[in-house]
């Protein structure tokens, strides 16, 4: 685990139920396992002084996210639904930033694509982090191969120190090995696999 104190944030990604209970739409096996590992680690960062923040993947209805409109997804988390909440036993200590609201796909906490002309929008996550003048993160949740992996990706080119927490995430592995895949992507690009 890092070293954990004041210019830490914990990113908690996507801990939603239709990612992490076994009656979500796209439930990703085990990922009811990352509430317990997540509460931890919030305690322990409330605990030296930093903090949490948490993404909330936030879909109207119909988007081309949606196998439905030509994505490759199921339809979930769609927004005001019981599957876009996050997780009933997750504790709750922070801002929480939705994104994949306007139709995008919006796999980053960081950033939007505007589905129309491909441009990309940061969304509110590194004003916050600035603001609490956060120089690292730890990073889990849901899904390692798609949110969490935009997540820290995004995170380590703004310049973050990124660490990402394996006990605490899993993969959708839509393709076998992707999970596997992402760790990698993610360690190329200077994120501690922890
Ligand atoms: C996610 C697939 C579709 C994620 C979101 O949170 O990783 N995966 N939408
Ligand atoms: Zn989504």
């Not at 210019?7 to 209970?21: G, M, P, R």
């Not at 019981?82 to 930033?97: D, F, K, N, S, T």
């Not at 997540?151 to 990402?164: E, H, I, K, N, R």
């Amino acid at each position: 685990m890092p070293d954990l104190d004041g210019s830490t944030a914990l990113i908690v990604v996507d801990v939603q139920n239709d990612f992490a209970d076994p009656a979500g739409s796209l439930y990703v096996r085990g990922g009811e396992m990352t509430v317990s590992v997540a509460n931890d680690l919030i305690e322990r960062v409330l605990q030296v002084g930093g903090r949490v923040f948490y993404t909330q993947d936030w879909h109207p209805e119909r988007t081309p996210h949606f196998q439905i409109d030509g994505g490759v997804w199921p339809i979930h988390c769609v927004r005001d639904t019981w599957g876009a909440e996050l997780q009933a036993a997750l504790r709750i200590a922070g801002p929480v930033v939705r994104k994949g609201s306007n139709g995008e796909d919006g796999y980053s906490g960081f950033t939007m694509r505007d589905p129309a002309t491909g441009e990309t929008m940061p969304t509110a996550l590194d004003d916050l982090l600035q603001s609490a003048a956060i120089e690292r993160l730890v990073i889990l949740g849901l899904a390692t191969d798609h949110c969490v992996k935009s997540t820290a990706l995004d995170a380590a080119s703004l310049g973050y120190q990124t660490t990402v927490v394996r006990a605490g995430i899993r993969a959708v592995d839509l393709v076998a090995g992707d999970g596997e895949r992402a760790l990698d992507a993610m360690r190329e690009a200077g994120v501690f696999i922890d």
